[in-house]
């Protein structure tokens, strides 16, 4: 953000805060005042044009509060800058308890965005300003923007502040004559303007003021430093053609003039401490060894040294851009070696006090990236779990894949990541590196171990080992030792062990304070065990819990909660819910679209579910292609009796469906909802009844059903579905 005139943004949180400003910009703020039919206001110009200057200063006229989020590169990933939305909210009047619904951790971002564009529409109109927007370069960051400006309330505004062209749909929006822009052009002082920005700096330059606006060409920066300048040498009348307008002579201002009389100490803290995009009395503690800070900043900031209060308490502070990245420059050619040192420091502080996210930053940074390893592999569970793939995804990136094979905590995680994504080929890769380059004697050898489990190349019996193994070198406080459990107790499970149901049942009661998708993938499988066990009430718990946390909780975006979804289809085609079991089949298929070669007892498990539900609702077709893909995976699963006993029993039944034809019959799903009433006494009418239909249509769908059966009469027709495995055997 820039503030050549004293006013500055307030950070993720508030209204821009108010500080004394040189320069009214009169001419701006009438023609912002006047655009109420824009939804958006757009500033788009280089740095120094004052574009956050002049929001701020529409903020103090207009009655409407503004909602400032100060961007940052972090918040490129979606889920960081919802979070920041819905803090920034805070100064709209929105009730406290829906600002804690707003913050309160999701595991996927576009939940707290639905959650936001609710909570909008009872508001009062208010003003949101996305600052140092230039800073986002993801598409998904821009849609989470564009999303929020079509859910703003009436006479509610977007405004915008960037260096480059936005990831808006520009055209859209000035087509539809819902867009002011205000550019390079706009934003430049006029010479008028010139004049009284040097004046209240207490110069009088005369025609020189113009021949240094000129040479500026309006820009603010230039200016105001130009001013600087010279009433530190005196008020001197400069030669004008010493101002070109560029960086170089800004940041030959700042370096040359603006530190001169800069006692050294302060200057040292300057650029020490000029590696934070936040500046806190703590933070800058711990960076520059110092136990001041706090006061220095505020000394600071009040002598106007660019140091701009991001609140209004004098907590929290941050560096004009242009005397940052100065800063920086100076950094750089000083002690290039001191500024590795100093962000590793702030990554130490960061991590401390819970800022991973930013103190990961930091250590990659640093070039410590055995402390960035162990940073991401601490919050794995988080970034996965609250979907900050797209941070993950960028470190990764940052780090490169070789230096990532040589840091375990890195192999881990990359593993993970992939596993998220349902990229099986790449996790195998991973493991098979994890299993190569960490050894025993490690400290997250246990989760290398925990990883095979999880992926059972070793079959059920290596699963339930893996798991056990695991377990014993884990702490007891680890929470990974849930997923130990959860994976031990699916290796039982597959191979027909009794003991799995308490195994599991224990992993699901744990994994609720630990983590949501173990908790789902547990209660999956003790919907499928119950199933097994007969007791079809019990699979409907587990099943339906399951996908409630899912859907609760917005782990959709997961490719592993397929299943969840398919278990609650095949629960429910036994129910002879038709409709909803077809429906819930088509949810898993597109939660698990993209999956590739995934984990072999995962992908037997998913296929022979669908299979199941497929066959218990007529669909023969897509149930053939789903045996023959539990069949693919099956060797792979050495023990998996459960499984092959699951295929055993479709195949059968396909057998039977067929009847010594090349195909077997299919019924439509209407014909098969009226196939589940015919074992009841109830008559045509009263089944119509039921069904929302007339007598005549159900008794043409029962005449449909006897002839594709075979059957002349209702009790063969009942015969013949249980044969089929359509009913259950019992009169229901």
């Given at each position: 953000?820039?503030s050549?005139?004293?006013?500055a943004?307030q ?7 108010s500080?004394s400003h ?8 009438e023609?912002l005042?006047g655009a109420?039919?824009?939804?958006v206001i ?17 903020g ?5 509060p503004?909602?400032?989020v100060?961007l940052?590169e972090r918040?490129n990933d ?13 100064v709209t009047g929105?009730?406290s ?7 309160a951790?999701?595991?996927d ?6 959650r ?5 529409t009872?508001l009062d ?6 600052d ?11 849609q989470?923007?564009?999303?929020v400006?079509?859910?703003m309330p009436e006479r509610?505004q977007?405004?915008v502040?960037?260096?480059?062209h936005?990831?808006l749909p520009?055209?859209?929006l000035?087509?539809r004559?819902e867009l ?7 934003l430049a002082?006029t010479?008028r ?10 110069l009088?330059?005369g025609?020189?003021?113009d021949?240094?606006?000129?040479r500026?060409e309006g ?5 105001y430093l130009a001013?600087l ?5 005196g008020g ?6 010493s101002f070109?307008?560029?960086?170089r002579i800004v940041?030959?201002?700042?370096r040359?003039e603006f530190?001169?009389d800069?006692p050294?100490e302060?200057a ?10 936040e ?8 960076v520059t060894d110092r ?8 000394e ?6 660019l140091?701009i209060p991001?609140?209004?308490t004098?907590d ?7 005397f940052r990245?100065?800063?920086?420059s100076?950094?750089r ?5 001191a500024?590795?040192?100093l962000?590793?420091r702030a990554?130490i502080?960061l991590?401390?006090?819970?800022e991973?996210?930013?103190a990961t930053?930091?250590?990659i ?6 402390l960035?390893?162990s940073?991401i592999?601490?919050d794995i569970?988080?970034?996965?779990g609250h979907?900050r793939?797209?941070?993950l ?7 490169g ?5 040589q840091?375990?905590?890195?192999i881990?995680?990359r593993?993970h ?6 990229h099986?080929d790449?996790?195998f ?7 190569r380059?960490?050894?025993e004697?490690?400290p997250?050898y246990g989760?290398?171990i925990?990883?095979r ?8 019996e290596?699963?339930?080992e893996?798991g056990?193994m695991?377990?014993?070198?884990m702490?007891?406080s680890?929470?990974?030792q849930?997923?130990?459990?959860l994976?031990?107790?699916?290796g039982l499970f597959l191979?027909e062990?009794?003991?799995?149901e308490p195994?599991l049942?224990e992993a699901a009661?744990?994994?609720v304070?630990?983590?949501a998708?173990i ?9 499928l065990?119950?199933l097994d066990?007969g007791d079809?009430d019990?699979?409907?718990?587990y099943?339906?819990?399951a996908r ?8 959709r975006?997961?490719r592993?909660?397929?299943?969840v979804y ?8 036994q129910?002879?819910?038709v ?6 089949l088509?949810?898993g298929a597109?939660v ?5 070669d ?6 037997g498990?998913l296929a022979a ?6 066959l218990r ?6 149930a053939t292609?789903?045996l ?5 995976v099956?060797?792979s699963?050495?023990?998996a009796?459960?499984l092959?006993?699951?295929i055993d029993?479709?195949?059968?039944q396909l057998e ?6 090349s195909?077997p019959v299919?019924l ?10 015919l074992p009841?006494?109830h008559?045509f009418?009263a089944?119509?009844?039921?069904l929302y239909?007339?007598?005549?249509t ?12 075979g059957?002349n009469?209702?009790a063969?027709a009942v015969?013949?579905?249980r044969?089929?495995g359509?009913?259950d055997?019992e009169?229901e």
């Amino acid at each position: 953000m820039e503030s050549m005139t004293g006013t500055a943004g307030q950070g993720d949180l508030g209204q821009a805060g108010s500080r004394s400003h040189f320069l009214p910009r009169t001419r701006l703020i009438e023609q912002l005042a006047g655009a109420g039919a824009a939804r958006v206001i757009l500033l788009e110009a280089p740095a120094g044009y004052s574009k956050s200057t002049t929001l701020g200063l529409w903020g103090e006229v207009d009655s409407r509060p503004f909602a400032w989020v100060q961007l940052e590169e972090r918040h490129n990933d979606p889920a960081l800058l919802a979070q920041a939305i819905a803090s920034a909210l805070e100064v709209t009047g929105i009730d406290s308890g829906t600002l804690d619904e707003l913050r309160a951790p999701v595991p996927d971002y576009r939940l707290r965005l639905e959650r936001i564009s609710s909570a909008m529409t009872g508001l009062d109109p208010f003003v949101l300003v996305f600052d140092d927007a230039h800073l986002i370069q993801a598409d998904s960051a821009w849609q989470v923007i564009y999303t929020v400006i079509a859910s703003m309330p009436e006479r509610s505004q977007v405004a915008v502040a960037t260096r480059s062209h936005p990831g808006l749909p520009v055209g859209r929006l000035r087509a539809r004559g819902e867009l002011l822009e205000l550019g390079v052009r706009d934003l430049a002082l006029t010479r008028r303007e010139s004049h009284e920005l040097l004046a209240s700096l207490d110069l009088d330059l005369g025609d020189v003021a113009d021949e240094i606006h000129d040479r500026a060409e309006g820009w603010p920066a230039a200016l105001y430093l130009a001013g600087l300048a010279i009433r530190q040498a005196g008020g001197t009348k400069p030669e004008p053609q010493s101002f070109d307008g560029g960086d170089r002579i800004v940041v030959e201002y700042f370096r040359d003039e603006f530190f001169q009389d800069m006692p050294d100490e302060k200057a040292q803290f300057l650029y020490r401490t000029s590696i934070l995009e936040e500046l806190t009395g703590p933070l800058c503690d711990a960076v520059t060894d110092r136990s001041d800070s706090a006061e220095m900043l505020n000394e600071l900031a009040k002598e106007n040294a660019l140091i701009i209060p991001l609140d209004r308490t004098g907590d929290r502070f941050r560096c004009h851009h242009l005397f940052r990245d100065m800063l920086l420059s100076e950094m750089r050619h000083r002690d290039p070696e001191a500024k590795s040192e100093l962000r590793r420091r702030a990554a130490i502080w960061l991590a401390a006090n819970g800022e991973i996210p930013r103190a990961t930053d930091h250590a990659i940074n640093s070039g410590d990236f055995e402390l960035a390893g162990s940073l991401i592999w601490l919050d794995i569970a988080d970034t996965l779990g609250h979907g900050r793939l797209a941070s993950l995804d960028r470190w990764l990136g940052e780090i490169g894949d070789d230096r990532v094979a040589q840091i375990p905590a890195l192999i881990l995680a990359r593993s993970h990541r992939e596993l998220a994504m349902g990229h099986g080929d790449e996790a195998f890769y991973w493991l098979s590196v994890a299993e190569r380059e960490i050894p025993e004697d490690s400290p997250v050898y246990g989760d290398v171990i925990l990883l095979r489990a999880t992926m059972g190349p070793n079959g059920t019996e290596g699963m339930i080992e893996d798991g056990e193994m695991a377990a014993e070198l884990m702490a007891p406080s680890n929470p990974f030792q849930v997923p130990s459990k959860l994976y031990r107790g699916i290796g039982l499970f597959l191979g027909e062990d009794e003991s799995a149901e308490p195994v599991l049942r224990e992993a699901a009661r744990e994994a609720v304070k630990v983590s949501a998708i173990i908790q789902v993938i547990a209660q999956a499988q003790l919907a499928l065990e119950a199933l097994d066990s007969g007791d079809l009430d019990r699979a409907d718990e587990y099943a339906s819990r399951a996908r409630d946390v899912v859907e609760r909780s917005g782990l959709r975006i997961l490719r592993i909660m397929s299943l969840v979804y398919v278990v609650l289809g095949l629960v429910r085609a036994q129910q002879g819910r038709v409709d909803d079991s077809m429906a819930l089949l088509e949810s898993g298929a597109k939660v698990g679209e993209g999956m590739v070669d995934f984990i072999p007892w995962y992908e037997g498990e998913l296929a022979a579910t669908r299979c199941r539900a497929y066959l218990r609702t007529g669909q023969f077709d897509p149930a053939t292609e789903q045996l023959r893909k539990a069949e693919s995976v099956l060797e792979s699963i050495p023990g998996a009796t459960r499984l092959e006993g699951w295929i055993d029993d479709a195949r059968d039944q396909l057998e039977r469906a067929r009847g010594g034809s090349s195909s077997p019959v299919n019924l439509t799903p209407a014909e098969l909802r009226a196939l589940q009433y015919l074992p009841s006494h109830h008559s045509f009418r009263a089944i119509g009844e039921q069904l929302y239909l007339s007598q005549n249509t159900v008794k043409t769908q029962a005449n449909s059903l006897y002839r594709k059966l075979g059957v002349n009469s209702r009790a063969e027709a009942v015969m013949e579905g249980r044969r089929l495995g359509l009913l259950d055997d019992e009169v229901e």
